[in-house]
């Protein structure tokens, strides 16, 4: 079985892998799942439930401590009628391949936040810019960039 996350990174490049304990700057859009499918039909899944979702960009809405123990710093951003489609777009094709780490964080539920990094965090009201979305693996210490999607560009 395989562990998979749907990010957007927030940086110039994206990464081909990272350490698991530093990530690089992203906005989670669909939170870890696992799924017996094979990765190349994830990539496809998340390949046609974006398909007609055009770049966009939301903002910084508050400072939150979230996690088990609510400590780890995050901005929450603002759930855009955008980013909500896309959050939803996944949900709903992912639903009944995968199973959700924290079930309670997706579909409605959706609280979508940009996690502070070492040498970064966004501030409220910043502009948080989503072009594309990354297909992650999640392995023991390792986080593998295994496809990245542009979203649609409009006509």
Not at 104 to 119: A, I, K, S
Request: proline residues 7%; contains cysteine.
């Amino acid at each position: 079985m395989n562990e998979f996350i749907i990010v957007s990174f927030l940086t110039e490049r994206i990464p081909d892998s990272f350490e698991r304990t530093t990530w690089p700057f992203h906005t989670t859009i669909l939170a870890p799942f696992t799924t017996d499918l094979p990765p190349l039909e994830v990539q496809n899944i998340l390949q046609q439930a974006a398909k007609e979702i055009p770049p966009f960009s939301t903002k910084g809405k508050s400072r939150e401590l979230f996690g088990r123990d609510n400590t780890v710093s995050v901005t929450e951003l603002y759930k855009t009628p955008e980013l909500a489609r896309l959050h939803m777009a996944l949900f709903e094709a992912f639903s009944d391949h995968a199973a959700f780490k924290s079930p309670d964080w997706v579909g409605e539920n959706y609280r979508p936040h940009v996690t502070d990094t070492q040498n970064r965090q966004l501030r409220v009201m910043e502009e948080a810019i989503i072009q594309a979305i990354s297909l992650v693996e999640l392995e023991h210490t390792q986080g593998l960039v295994l496809y990245t999607c542009e979203l649609a560009k409009p006509a």
